[in-house]
């Protein structure tokens, strides 16, 4: 069982807008604006897309945004594109560890 | 630019040791903490430990504490996870990770290709 809770699949039609949640506790999500987001494409190394709960790194684009409320963190992509399909993961801080979750497999319609 | 790479996957049995090791070059290794993180076939990622910039903390995922041990050699920039006791649960790529240089808590940003380990009879 995942630490963090993702849903399994999330889809959208090119140019919508989709959201993934991620729930955890007061420990982790809840704790500390430390929360990350992670695109996985087919058997490719994981890319960091957020970090610090809404905090894009250099490259990324701003269809990619994140926020957080109580325990529940969120990502949302907008004006989704093909390239966008694939895996996304979620992952806070714990106090010394980081915990994952179990994934969300966004399907670009 | 940063480069991670990732050595030492294989078959193992149930039971025994394998040692990865993970090669640094493009940033001041001796001055970044680095991690482990792995995925199981078809399965998401789990984080498994951490060193500190100089190799004197560690910290573990608890599904790994005991069994494996993380260390690094500054000097020829190259980080190591020995794994014991290995489990047909621990069958996963491997990888290394190195974080932002800014921000707080755990943000993964340079990620090696990774290693598969398969425990297996």
């Known amino acids: 069982q995942s630490a963090l809770t993702q849903p399994p699949s999330a889809s959208g039609s090119p140019g919508q807008s989709v959201t993934i949640s991620c729930t955890g506790t007061s420990s982790d999500v809840g704790g500390y604006n430390y929360v990350s987001w992670y695109q996985q494409h087919p058997g490719k190394a994981p890319k960091l897309i957020i970090y610090?709960?809404?905090e894009r790194p250099s490259g990324v684009p701003d269809r990619f945004s994140g926020s957080k409320s109580g325990n529940t963190a969120s990502l949302t992509v907008s004006g989704l594109q093909a390239e966008d399909e694939g895996d996304y993961y979620c992952?806070?801080?714990?106090?010394?560890?980081?915990?994952f979750g179990g994934g969300t497999k966004l399907t670009v319609l | 630019q940063v480069q991670l790479v990732e050595s030492g996957g294989g078959v193992v049995q149930p039971g025994k040791s394998l040692r990865l090791s993970c090669g640094a070059s493009g940033f001041s290794f001796y001055s970044n903490d680095i991690h482990w993180v792995r995925q199981a076939p078809g399965k998401g990622l789990e984080w498994l430990a951490t060193?500190?910039?100089?190799?004197?903390?560690?910290e573990y995922a608890d599904s790994v504490k005991g069994r494996f041990t993380m260390s690094r050699d500054n000097s020829k920039n190259t980080l190591y996870l020995q794994m014991n006791s290995l489990r047909v649960e621990d069958t996963a790529v491997y990888y290394c990770a190195k974080d932002l240089p800014i921000g707080g808590g755990y943000n993964f940003q340079y990620w090696g290709q990774g290693t598969l380990v398969t425990v297996s009879s």
């Open positions: 060193v500190s910039y100089d190799g004197t903390n560690g």
């Open positions: 610090e709960v809404n």
């Open positions: 992952s806070s801080y714990a106090g010394n560890k980081e915990v």
